[in-house]
């Protein structure tokens, strides 16, 4: 069943069940194009046998970074390497979907002074709080340009020879931020009832659709949950899946939580998701079985019969992030019956057990990026760095990319 293809409702053919996930790279050439270290990560990916390669989230607008180390599509500058970056992700005959996205108010204070949300609600990560700007409520003028720069970036991606974009509406992200009635505080159109929360994505999505060819995919990255009390919730899911139904959407991919509740690294503040291996492959099913889209979920999977399980539950798609940024062949190799939990490489990565949930979030966060910028310059396999190395180096190539992003800025 893995290796088994899957026709969208577009037509567009993915050559199997397996997609490498979003994971942003923080690899930017200092002019915010993909670095040419980037573009051999995804060719190796491509070789290494995963079906769909959805990228690392792409930001939509520069003054709003998920990270000073991302890569920014706003107009057609540097065109030419985002169609070499394409061109590489798709040396094997799978497909490549460019992630979009605005951080909204998860934007880092080394990045901007003030961020935006669609209500003034300020990230509340306890003493990390700082580490985020500020929150100021969107301007309705803000929101219509926000869908703009949305629609921008899905039809430059679709200049430079990519095959779909993924709207990204998780995490905690702007389109989350509007979706969760815990930041969503408006009385206008945009605020309120789930039609009006979800309004955002809807016309991103729609806006995008009248603009792109009927063969470019259109996917949805949506948590299934905030894990957060008061927060988006599973019927507000399974509320927005059944809008998306009507809008020609290829496939929308479940995962869960924000920088506040860690859902998708396997940690939230209610245990719900915590006990299995695919955090939410439950919630999958059950939307899966509802709706004639296509479905996919990310979040702790790395094993093959893991992945297989989570298929025969009648989902479409299994995402994998953590997994292939360890191990960039894991598809070939699960293809050639390698089990890749005992022996090395490994595709999962050592627990954690510190008490501070927040720094072992980071660590674990730090400790992918570094295995995916070493496996863009080498082959060689390596055991896993001690996590404390993980963050002392991230911290470093932080502040290395927070000097590049702001003499770009300065440029721009
Ligand atoms: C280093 C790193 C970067 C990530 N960046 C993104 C991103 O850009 N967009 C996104 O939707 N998710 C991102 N994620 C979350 C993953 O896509 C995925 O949902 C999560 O890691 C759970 O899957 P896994 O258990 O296979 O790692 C990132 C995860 C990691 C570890």
Known sequence: MIFTPLTLPNGQVLPNRIAKAAMEENMAAPNRSPSQQMLALYHRWSLGGTGLLITGNVMV?????????????????????????????????????????????????????????????????GKYSKMFAPTRAMEVAEIEEVIERF?????????????????????????????????????????????????LLLCIIDRIREKVRSDFAVAVKLNSADFQRGGFEPKDAKAVVSMLEARNVDMVELSGGSYEAPAMQGSARDDRTLAREAYFVEFAKDI??????????????????VAENVLEQGIDMVGIATGLALVPELPKLWQQNKDTSTSQPQASLKPIAWENKTLAVLARMAQVRQSMQRHSVSTKVRPQQPYWLAI?????????????????????
Request: cysteine-free.
């Open 151 to 199: 629609v921008t970036t899905a039809v430059l991606a679709e200049k430079s020879g990519f095959d779909g974009v993924e709207v990204h509406a998780a995490h905690g992200y702007l389109i989350s931020q509007f979706l969760s009635p815990l930041v969503n505080k408006r009385t206008d159109q945009w605020g309120g009832s789930i039609e009006n929360r979800a309004r």
């Open 61 to 125: 607008d520069g003054r709003y970074m998920t990270g000073p180390g991302n890569v920014v599509l706003e107009n057609d500058e540097h065109l030419d390497v985002f169609q070499q970056w394409a061109s590489k992700a798709k040396s094997a005959g799978n497909a490549v979907w460019m992630q979009i996205s605005h951080p909204g108010r998860q934007t880092p204070s080394n990045i901007t002074q003030q961020g935006i949300a669609p209500s003034a609600v300020d990230l509340d990560l």
């Open 392 to 412: 002392v180096k991230d911290q470093w190539l932080s502040q290395r990319s927070v000097k590049q992003y702001k003499s770009w800025r300065a440029k721009h």
């Open 288 to 305: 899966a079985n509802g709706t004639p889209l296509p479905i996919m979920t990310t979040g702790g999977i790395s094993r093959r019969p």
